[in-house]
């Protein structure tokens, strides 16, 4: 294992021992509201600090864009960045819905070089570094070799929050799901995309992500062998938070599928 991802490792798992830690006292934490339905707690400001306190102590010079604390550029070889979600799905947390993780990612240039998404309460560490495939605890995944939209199980996230569009999502899933063995929303985009790597979803698209959300999943979902694009097939995902990820041939189905919806979207 690479320096860098050993570092993403331990900050991984110590922010997934304090999630563990407060995971049977929920009704005693501090919650605030960011926006409407759109919540953070004791728990994900005391994850992240963990988190920042191992990447600094190893490369205080890097620096950062992490979810809570924002972005920090704390050195002279900002060339990196470590992006950072200490609790991906904080809403399933506080209502005991075992469903988050913790996301990781570091870029160089530009690029994204390693990612680790880590589920505490089912210790399932999924971990990817360019070049170098992506594991599930130490195992190699890959994604699924389905040819088409049929039979596809596909991951997704229903916008919730008012600065997101309902209606142009709804155009998306009437179109996707007609062909499809059914859709998941689970509440965790990294999850999503951690089992889009390990074969156990086909495909995941969804509206208005942050980089934190899926910085680490994208780099597991490419190392396994996957495509990423945004919403028209292209590589602007990473700004307007628009995700398509799938197998190679389910990308380009749910992109053809897609096309016209956008169409509509775009004149509606």
């Given at each position: 294992?690479?320096?860098?991802?050993?570092?993403?490792?331990s900050a991984?798992?110590?922010?997934g021992?304090?999630i563990?830690?407060?995971?049977?006292?929920?009704?005693?934490?501090?919650?605030?509201?960011?926006?409407?339905?759109?919540?953070?707690?004791?728990?994900?400001?005391?994850?992240?600090q963990?988190?920042?306190?191992?990447?600094?102590?190893?490369?205080?010079?890097?620096?950062?864009?992490?979810?809570?604390?924002?972005?920090?550029?704390?050195?002279?070889?900002?060339?990196?960045?470590?992006?950072?979600?200490?609790?991906?799905?904080?809403?399933?947390?506080?209502?005991?819905?075992?469903?988050?993780?913790?996301?990781?990612?570091?870029?160089?240039?530009e690029?994204?070089?390693?990612?680790?998404?880590?589920?505490?309460?089912?210790?399932?560490?999924?971990?990817?570094?360019?070049?170098?495939?992506?594991?599930?605890?130490?195992?190699?995944?890959?994604?699924?070799?389905?040819?088409?939209?049929s039979?596809?199980?596909?991951?997704?996230?229903?916008?919730?929050?008012?600065d997101?569009?309902?209606?142009?999502?709804?155009?998306?899933?009437?179109?996707?799901?007609?062909?499809?063995?059914?859709?998941?929303?689970?509440?965790?985009?990294?999850?999503?995309?951690?089992?889009?790597?390990?074969?156990?979803?086909?495909?995941?698209?969804?509206?208005?992500?942050?980089?934190?959300?899926?910085?680490?999943?994208?780099?597991?979902?490419?190392?396994?062998?996957?495509?990423?694009?945004?919403?028209?097939?292209?590589?602007?995902?990473?700004?307007?938070?628009?995700?398509?990820?799938?197998?190679?041939?389910?990308?380009?189905a749910?992109?053809q599928?897609?096309?016209?919806?956008?169409?509509?979207?775009?004149?509606?």
């Amino acid at each position: 294992m690479n320096p860098m991802l050993n570092i993403a490792v331990s900050a991984a798992r110590a922010a997934g021992h304090i999630i563990l830690r407060y995971s049977n006292r929920i009704d005693s934490l501090s919650i605030q509201s960011k926006q409407r339905n759109d919540f953070v707690s004791e728990v994900d400001h005391l994850a992240e600090q963990e988190i920042l306190k191992i990447i600094r102590r190893a490369h205080p010079d890097h620096g950062i864009l992490a979810e809570e604390s924002g972005t920090e550029n704390s050195g002279t070889n900002d060339e990196f960045q470590w992006i950072i979600d200490p609790l991906d799905g904080t809403t399933n947390f506080l209502h005991n819905f075992p469903q988050y993780a913790v996301s990781i990612a570091l870029k160089h240039k530009e690029r994204l070089m390693l990612g680790v998404v880590y589920d505490p309460l089912k210790e399932e560490l999924f971990c990817a570094s360019r070049g170098e495939g992506a594991t599930l605890n130490n195992r190699k995944i890959r994604v699924t070799q389905l040819t088409s939209l049929s039979g596809a199980l596909l991951g997704t996230g229903i916008p919730y929050r008012d600065d997101q569009d309902l209606d142009a999502y709804l155009i998306t899933l009437k179109a996707l799901i007609k062909d499809t063995a059914g859709v998941r929303r689970a509440g965790s985009a990294a999850l999503d995309l951690a089992y889009l790597a390990a074969g156990r979803l086909d495909g995941f698209w969804e509206f208005g992500l942050n980089p934190w959300d899926i910085a680490a999943g994208v780099m597991l979902v490419e190392e396994a062998g996957g495509l990423v694009g945004d919403l028209a097939g292209g590589h602007r995902f990473m700004e307007s938070g628009d995700i398509i990820a799938a197998s190679p041939k389910v990308f380009k189905a749910m992109v053809q599928t897609l096309r016209p919806c956008l169409r509509e979207i775009q004149h509606g």
